[in-house]
């Protein structure tokens, strides 16, 4: 369970003492039921990690509504959109094992996080993460409900695939964005679970071969 469920959970608890002391215990239900919703939301369930190379893993749990081609900074990359609705878990974690390489907040609108303008307008934290040759891109994205984004790590910082890394508060949106060349196992209406459920596989020998290969290349110069 994330931390986030005692500060809200207990807080509606103690209020919903204090009402049934001065009042009645009938009146203290709806805040024992709020309090109940907080529990359940903020819960952080375990998952079996994929451990074959190349698996680009769901950052987030919640339905595809997205997949499509995109140019991101002149170079042609695959998208995939996952909305998370109020019932969903909000953990999120890492696609891939690598190196954080930039994470930067956006500040921006709440525009619902199904409307395909949330993507670009819409508060956002973008990570960046550089590891088995390929960069790969995710944006937690705030959504209607959503008013905060938690992301506990820093660039410099190792992740392993699946590692829990972040936190969107209530309904939200995760976009991943990575290279054009991997296979998609996905498709849009799918329900996806994070860090269990593979989205792409990369091309990771591809990718280590162009490296080693520009690696030597420098070597030479």
Known sequence: MVRDAYYYGFALLVAAALIAWFTSPLWA????????????????????????????VSPADGKITAVMPITDNGASRLRISIFLNVFDVHVNRSPIQGIIGEVRYQKGKFVNAMNAVSAAQNEQNVVTVEGEGQTVV?????????????????????????????????????????????AVAVKVGDRVKGGSSVLAHLNVERSLVAGSAAQA?????
């Open 138 to 182: 995710f944006k937690q994205i705030a959504g209607l409900l959503a008013r905060r984004i938690v992301f506990n790590k820093k660039v410099g910082d190792q992740v392993e695939r699946g590692q829990r890394v972040g936190l969107i508060k209530f309904g939200s949106r995760v976009d991943v964005l990575f290279d054009s060349a991997a």
């Open 29 to 56: 239900l709806p805040a024992v039921l709020l309090a109940a919703f907080f529990f359940w939301f903020f819960r952080d369930p375990d998952r079996v990690i994929p451990n074959e190379p190349g698996a680009l």
């Open 217 to 221: 290349q420098r070597g030479t110069l």
